[in-house]
């Protein structure tokens, strides 16, 4: 029999560390070759791993909700080749554990060999940044929060010299130290508590002593539930006949709820910035004070597109396609940028050049409960005006599920936000970076509008251009800008430009 660790791997180009999301194994589990184990977040998406071994599954060696470094070993399996401990993922070969190990590796994450201590080399600079709105990947290694003095570190990892250091229970106390509440109270230390961060704030925040609260997650783990029963219970006394006459003699509308839908809830609410909440915001910065933006609008008459997307939604090439107006400004753009190749470009620092793309990689703005993703299409100036519709959709749906494929996340050239979905008029969208442009197409409204000399209700929609100063100077963006609208005023136009 042989114990195999499965290390974390790069699911992507250039990333440096994930979250585990949810494990859908437990130890005791018997696993195949390719079964799904859990689902980990990284800065572009959610994404599924399978187990490269067959056997049964010996340790879990990272909670749920933990971000880790690509290379740290996750899940430990136990196979029956008969071969020493394997590392997958990082580099760095393991050693074999003994019996007292393997045995407690459920409890205790694995100790990194010192290939995993060293510090990460630095990545290189990837060709072009990915396409999230606000997003894109640091070239510098992975930062940990500091460390507040006189704690020990985290799980599974390594003091500075490359020495392992025993798992933290979070009260300045190594996991293991006294496990039992007896030895904890003969040695005079609190005992030992198995809880998250966000658990052990919650129950600060509440006035809970989290030693006292009954566990009933995983492995004997205090759970948000646990603590806010263990807060309910301390909260709530039987009433004495004097605090009940003091509680009816209070004003009723100290009583009666706010109406917000607040009543009996926590005044503040801390959630963890996830991955691609962090990255949006980095890159955000990055792209505000780097890119000098400037942003047009021109307000158009759409009433012939709309109506153009009626009769094709009827026509036998549509029928089966869903054909939204978005689609329609897609075609529109790309028909566009040949006439103004500079929204096409993007700005290579380390060469001193600027790079004139002469394909579309169209990113398409898509909301999830996750945050804002842009994922694109890749050569969309190729498509047909169904292609695209397909595209869109099958992107949105992906993107909503959270299993956009990193590759989709990367390489884009230019971008469109569709803020019109969320009945808003139109906007200043922050440039994806690595990009010259991206478009914010606003709500389709029925409008009065002067037309042939006559005021009569047209369908009017904003659409907003954001633009690199650097790369595309007033002229070319409002020309581009232009042509985009002249093409939704009349799609005719398209037969003479294409």
Same mark, same amino acid.
């Given at each position: 029999?042989?114990?195999?660790?499965?290390?974390?791997?790069?699911? @992507?180009?250039?990333?440096?560390?994930?979250?585990?999301?949810?494990?859908?194994?437990?130890?005791?589990?018997?696993?195949?070759?390719?079964?799904?184990?859990?689902?980990?977040?990284?800065?572009?998406?959610?994404?599924?791993?399978?187990?490269?071994?067959?056997?049964?599954?010996? @340790?879990?060696?990272?909670?749920?909700?933990?971000?880790?470094?690509?290379?740290?070993?996750?899940?430990?399996?136990?196979?029956?080749?008969?071969?020493?401990?394997?590392?997958?993922?990082?580099? =760095?070969?393991? /050693?074999?554990?003994?019996?007292?190990?393997?045995?407690?590796?459920?409890?205790?994450?694995?100790?990194?060999?010192?290939?995993?201590?060293?510090?990460?080399?630095?990545?290189?600079?990837?060709?072009?940044?990915?396409?999230?709105?606000?997003?894109?990947?640091?070239?510098?290694?992975?930062?940990?929060?500091?460390?507040?003095?006189?704690?020990?570190?985290?799980?599974?990892?390594?003091?500075?010299?490359?020495?392992?250091?025993?798992?933290?229970?979070?009260? @300045?106390?190594?996991?293991?130290? =006294?496990?039992?509440?007896?030895?904890?109270?003969?040695?005079?230390?609190?005992?030992?508590?198995?809880?998250?961060?966000?658990?052990?704030?919650?129950?600060?925040?509440?006035?809970?002593?989290?030693?006292?609260?009954?566990?009933?997650?995983?492995?004997?783990?205090?759970?948000?539930?646990?603590?806010?029963?263990?807060?309910?219970?301390?909260?709530?006394?039987?009433?004495?006949?004097?605090?009940?006459?003091?509680?009816?003699?209070?004003?009723?509308?100290?009583?009666?709820?706010?109406?917000?839908?607040?009543?009996?809830?926590?005044?503040?609410?801390?959630?963890?910035?996830?991955?691609?909440?962090?990255?949006?915001?980095?890159?955000?910065?990055?792209?505000?004070?780097?890119?000098?933006?400037?942003?047009?609008?021109?307000?158009?008459?759409?009433?012939?597109?709309?109506?153009?997307?009626?009769?094709?939604?009827?026509?036998?090439?549509?029928?089966?396609?869903?054909?939204?107006?978005?689609?329609?400004?897609?075609?529109?753009?790309?028909?566009?940028?040949?006439?103004?190749?500079?929204?096409?470009?993007?700005?290579?620092?380390?060469?001193?050049?600027?790079?004139?793309?002469?394909?579309?990689?169209?990113?398409?703005?898509? /909301?999830?409960?996750?945050?804002?993703?842009?994922?694109?299409?890749?050569?969309?100036?190729?498509?047909?005006?169904?292609?695209?519709?397909?595209?869109?959709?099958?992107?949105?749906?992906?993107?909503?599920?959270?299993?956009?494929?990193?590759?989709?996340?990367?390489?884009?050239?230019?971008?469109?936000?569709?803020?019109?979905?969320? @009945?808003?008029?139109?906007?200043?969208?922050?440039?994806?970076?690595?990009?010259?442009?991206?478009?914010?197409? =606003?709500?389709?409204?029925?409008?009065?509008?002067?037309?042939?000399?006559?005021?009569?209700?047209?369908?009017?929609?904003?659409?907003?251009?954001?633009?690199?100063?650097?790369?595309?100077?007033?002229?070319?963006?409002?020309?581009?800008?232009?042509?985009?609208?002249?093409?939704?005023?009349?799609?005719?136009?398209?037969?003479?430009?294409?």
């Amino acid at each position: 029999m042989s114990v195999s660790q499965f290390n974390l791997p790069d699911v @992507g180009e250039g990333l440096t560390e994930a979250e585990i999301v949810s494990w859908k194994v437990k130890p005791g589990d018997s696993v195949k070759v390719n079964d799904i184990i859990v689902e980990i977040e990284t800065a572009k998406s959610l994404v599924e791993l399978p187990c490269p071994y067959a056997g049964v599954v010996e @340790g879990l060696l990272v909670e749920e909700g933990q971000t880790v470094p690509v290379g740290t070993p996750i899940i430990s399996v136990r196979t029956g080749e008969g071969k020493p401990v394997e590392d997958v993922g990082a580099p =760095g070969e393991g /050693a074999e554990r003994t019996a007292e190990q393997r045995e407690g590796m459920a409890e205790q994450p694995a100790k990194p060999t010192s290939a995993e201590t060293t510090e990460p080399a630095e990545p290189a600079e990837p060709e072009r940044q990915p396409v999230l709105v606000g997003y894109g990947p640091r070239t510098a290694s992975a930062k940990r929060r500091p460390r507040k003095p006189g704690t020990e570190p985290s799980q599974g990892r390594s003091d500075t010299n490359g020495t392992p250091q025993r798992p933290s229970t979070g009260n @300045g106390e190594p996991a293991g130290a =006294g496990d039992a509440a007896g030895e904890g109270a003969a040695t005079g230390a609190r005992p030992r508590v198995l809880a998250k961060p966000p658990v052990r704030k919650l129950a600060k925040d509440l006035g809970v002593d989290i030693s006292t609260v009954t566990p009933t997650g995983p492995n004997g783990t205090v759970t948000r539930d646990d603590v806010h029963t263990a807060a309910a219970a301390v909260s709530t006394p039987t009433p004495t006949e004097a605090e009940t006459a003091t509680a009816s003699a209070q004003p009723a509308r100290e009583r009666v709820p706010s109406g917000l839908g607040w009543h009996g809830e926590d005044r503040e609410e801390r959630l963890p910035i996830r991955s691609v909440r962090r990255k949006t915001a980095e890159a955000m910065v990055q792209s505000a004070f780097t890119a000098p933006h400037v942003t047009e609008f021109v307000t158009v008459d759409v009433t012939r597109t709309m109506k153009l997307a009626e009769r094709l939604r009827e026509s036998r090439e549509f029928r089966d396609v869903k054909l939204t107006p978005l689609a329609l400004v897609a075609r529109a753009l790309c028909i566009a940028i040949p006439r103004t190749p500079e929204v096409n470009t993007r700005w290579d620092d380390d060469a001193g050049e600027i790079v004139v793309q002469r394909y579309v990689n169209l990113g398409i703005a898509a /909301a999830t409960p996750r945050g804002l993703v842009v994922p694109n299409i890749k050569d969309a100036h190729e498509l047909s005006l169904r292609e695209l519709a397909t595209g869109i959709n099958q992107l949105a749906a992906t993107a909503r599920e959270g299993k956009t494929p990193p590759g989709d996340m990367m390489g884009g050239t230019i971008s469109i936000t569709n803020v019109g979905v969320f @009945g808003v008029d139109t906007g200043t969208p922050i440039i994806n970076p690595g990009e010259a442009a991206i478009l914010a197409f =606003g709500a389709v409204r029925q409008q009065p509008w002067v037309h042939k000399g006559k005021i009569k209700p047209r369908w009017v929609t904003t659409l907003g251009l954001s633009f690199d100063h650097r790369l595309v100077d007033g002229e070319q963006g409002s020309r581009f800008l232009s042509d985009v609208a002249s093409l939704l005023e009349d799609p005719g136009n398209a037969l003479a430009w294409s």
